[in-house]
């Protein structure tokens, strides 16, 4: 779904650079409400843990691959306003450093890959919420569908933008059949993933994951065959249990990802290329600007080792976007935190 450079006129992509600004002008926002100490490194995290899992293309049908997104599985982790910003500092450092979706092109990817994902999948899952029995259950069941509808609807959006400021004379209707055909399939995959790691998460630490909070399913134990209510203990409180083991744990699991599993990824064209070849979208495709980088196209210039190449590639990854995404994460909350100290300090005054 990385859109590069050429496939959208200027005036839309400015436009849509525009809105991309405004979004995460907003987001930055929103996202002071939602980050505290333990969320925010947590959301650093997040963002390196969608770069890792976005190298690891998986094959759907004819040829095609397809990725993670990570809209909806940052949205559920740690909120819609920090998960718009998380999908938004991987694409960045995807452009800057691998060449991997158009600079020119960085809002359109924005509005279709961080925006409508996260708003889609995001209010697929507070409804379904809302219908579904209250459990841990529903919570993964909600994740996968809101992730399940993010990816054609990301690929409705792109067509849009396509039909505004194409610069191949492409019928719409096909363009769009092709899209949302091709993202459904991929849409499958990236449910799939999300359910996974959202269950995962809420298996070990309900309390750090957005969209559970409020879940208090009781312990139960097994005691004769039989499960019964777990006796009633005081709650450590949440601000005080570390999140330390689960940052390392899900540090290391990117590492691994990008760096070793990432060489087993499938080759084919991912959903948006190969609709740009089939359809001839691709004709007046313009190189990228870093197209020159040392780490272009997901691999370390001048290592001749295809797998050491690329794993390498994939670790410097890793690292330059937690580093990234931990270090906005923080001034975000201490912002936060500045505005909740200036209120505390004026309420005594203005009374």
């Known amino acids: 779904m990385h859109v590069p450079d050429g496939f959208i006129d200027a005036p839309v992509s400015v436009a849509a650079g525009v809105a991309a600004t405004a979004a995460v002008a907003v987001s930055l926002r929103g996202a002071r409400r939602e980050l505290d100490e333990r969320t925010a490194p947590l959301a650093g995290l997040v963002a390196a843990f969608i770069f890792a899992v976005q190298m690891l293309n998986f094959p759907v049908a004819a040829g095609t691959s397809g990725h993670l997104l990570g809209g909806a599985l940052a ?30 092109a960085l809002g359109v990817n924005i509005l279709n890959m961080a925006v409508v994902t996260v708003l889609v999948s995001y209010a697929v899952f507070r409804v379904l919420l809302r219908l579904l029995p209250s459990g841990r259950r529903s919570v993964t069941v909600a994740a ?12 409705v959006m792109f067509t849009l933008l396509y039909a505004l400021g194409g610069t191949t004379d492409v019928p719409i209707g096909k363009v769009f059949t092709a899209m949302v055909g091709v993202h459904v399939l991929i849409g499958l995959g990236e449910a799939l993933i999300t359910a996974a790691t959202v269950g995962a998460v809420i298996a070990v630490r309900p309390d750090l994951v957005h969209g559970a909070r409020g879940l208090a399913a009781p312990l139960k134990l097994r005691i004769g065959g039989e499960l019964v209510d777990a006796p009633a203990v005081a709650p450590v409180p ?15 699991t990117a590492l691994v990802l990008a760096g070793f599993v990432s060489f087993y990824a ?11 070849a089939d359809k001839g979208i691709d004709a007046k495709t313009k190189e990228h600007a870093a197209a020159d980088s040392p780490l272009a196209d997901y691999s370390v210039k001048d290592v001749d080792d295809a797998r050491l190449s690329g794993g390498l ?14 270090g906005i994460f923080w001034a975000v909350r201490r912002r936060r935190a500045q505005d909740l100290t200036a209120s505390s300090t004026a309420a005594p005054s203005a009374s």
Not at 76 to 104: H, K, R
Not at 266 to 276: Q, R
């Open 266 to 276: 499938s080759s084919s064209p991912d959903g948006l290329e190969k609709v740009a």
């Open 238 to 252: 949440a601000a005080a249990r570390s999140t330390r083991k689960l940052w390392l744990t899900g540090l290391v």
């Open 75 to 104: 949205a559920i982790l740690v909120g819609p306003y920090t998960g718009v910003l998380c999908v938004s500092v991987v694409l960045l450092m995807q452009g800057i450093l691998f060449a991997d979706g158009g600079l020119t």
């Open 144 to 155: 996968f569908t809101g992730a399940l509808l993010s990816v054609p609807g990301a690929a």
């Open 313 to 326: 590639a994939g670790v410097i990854g890793v690292g330059a976007t937690v580093a990234v995404g931990s």
